[in-house]
Structures are given as C-alpha cells and as structure tokens.
C-alpha cells in the first residue's frame, strides 16, 4: 500500500484487511487475560443480565468470554467473513446477535445498552464519531470500555531487536533503530484527552496486564500474517521479511520464541 495515503484513507484500507483471512485470524491471534474480565466485572458492571454493545468484534475473542459471563450481547462486526467465524464461535450462546455492520452508520437500537465494549478494535473506528456514537448508544451512566493491546519489551528481548534489521530491509516506513517501549512507558493520555474533548464521559479508569506469549516459528509468522501493516506490504517484501524472520527465529532462537502483551483496559461513564 502507498504510504503517502492521507492518514483516514489508510486507516479505512487497513482496517479492511482482517476479513481476508477470518481463519487465519481466529486461530492465529491470541485471546485475553482472564484478568480483564474481571477488571471488566468490576469497573464496567458487565455481569449476568448486562446489556452489552461489542464494536468490532472480530472472529469473538473477547465476546466469548463476555458471553460466558451472562451479558446479553449485540455484537457489530464490519467483515462478513469475521462475523460468520463469530457465529459460528458464539453458537453456544443464545443471548449473542451477530450484526454484520460499520459501528459508524449501523442504527442504533431504541433501547440503550449498559455498556460500549471494544476489544482491540476502537482506533479503527473513525475518530470524528466513535465517543459521540457510543455515548449515544449507552445508558446515562453507561460504561465505555476501550481495550488496548499494545507490543511492550519483555519476553525475547534479544529477538526483538535484532528482527529490526529485518524490517528495515523490507518495510521502509520502519524508523531506524525502533525498540520495543516498556509496559510502564506505555502513555495511554491520547484516549484520556479524546473522552475529556467529547464532553460526554466522566474520568477513565485503567487497568493494566502485562502477559508472555510463547510461539514456534511457524506460530509466529501466522500472528504476523494477521497484522493489517504486514499484509498492506508488497507481496515480495512481506515474503522477504517473514522468511527473513523465521531464518532469525530457527537459526539463533531454536525455534521458539516469547513475545510480550499489554493489555490496557480504559473504563469511562457517561455524565
């Protein structure tokens, strides 16, 4: 993909790109923390009988979870292939409707929900609306509940660093030198000011977790597959730089690998 795209324009392509591999994505893409389930329980009040809104489900990693804790779930996912892995996934549970939507235009129903959830999902909704249509669509003194999953230092350290030279070889909008930012370096004031700016919610609140992720090889080149910057790559460069990695991998980390997540939960209410 070009890179001198105006920001939204590749903001929309990018987030077009799951849908191309739902397969792949539901197997290859971790879930969450159980931790955040509680966090949830506790600062969003998602319980047994709670009206939920999912934007962005996915394949359903976090909404079979959600559903597994008694919420009664509207989930509105944008890919069609996505959101029939998520049927299929959600099959169990009868309290769970799958809306093949964008969040951005989807109607919002009469009656308004307890709580707005986005697991990994909410900066692919356009910024211009995304807190004034889930404010919207909640209950005065809903809960908006923006999960965040950020890349941070930890697990193969070494890895990490040394892969750069992989991505800068093919990906040339990798910055020279790019390291990994600690979990504690993590700044999380851009969503702050954003629900500050929005006049709709109250103070967020946060919780974080910060887990190890171990892969083989060939585990790790599928995660790779499912990143909307890896696949906007050239064909030839994202097959240089996945056979790259994995020569990295099989040649000095026998084969195995740990990667590093944090999960970041940010809770706010509406006023």
């Not at 998602?46 to 489900?57: F, K, Q």
């Not at 193969?156 to 990994?180: H, I, K």
């Not at 585990?219 to 994202?238: D, F, G, Q």
Request: net charge negative; with cysteine.
């Amino acid at each position: 993909m070009r890179d001198d795209l105006p920001d939204e324009t590749r903001r929309v392509h990018l987030s077009r790109t799951f849908d191309e591999d739902a397969e792949l994505y539901d197997r290859a893409r971790p879930g969450y923390p159980p931790e955040l389930f509680e966090d949830l329980a506790e600062l969003a009040g998602v319980g047994p009988g709670c009206r939920v809104l999912e934007v962005g489900a996915g394949t359903g990693k976090a909404t079979v979870p959600l559903a597994g804790l008694g919420c009664r779930i509207t989930a509105v996912e944008l890919g069609a292939e996505m959101a029939a892995v998520a049927r299929r996934n959600l099959a169990g549970h009868g309290a769970v409707e799958v809306v093949t939507a964008d969040f951005e235009t989807w109607p919002l129903p009469e009656e308004p929900f307890d709580a707005v959830v986005a697991a990994t999902a909410f900066h692919w909704i356009d910024p211009a609306v995304r807190m004034t249509r889930a404010a919207d669509a909640l209950r005065s003194g809903g809960a908006l509940a923006v999960v965040a999953t950020q890349h941070v230092a930890g697990g193969s350290v070494e890895f990490f660093a040394e892969v750069q030279d992989c991505y800068e070889r093919f990906d040339p909008a990798t910055p020279p030198g790019l390291r990994l930012p600690a979990a504690a370096d993590v700044d999380g004031s851009a969503h702050a000011d954003e629900v500050a700016r929005s006049g709709r919610y109250g103070p967020v609140l946060t919780r974080r977790h910060a887990w190890d992720l171990s892969y083989t090889t060939a585990e790790y080149l599928e995660v790779l597959r499912t990143y909307s910057n890896h696949r906007a790559l050239p064909p030839p460069a994202r097959e240089g730089l996945l056979g790259g990695i994995a020569a990295l991998i099989d040649g000095r980390y026998g084969g195995r690998v740990t990667k590093r997540y944090l999960t970041e939960l940010r809770v706010s209410r509406t006023t």
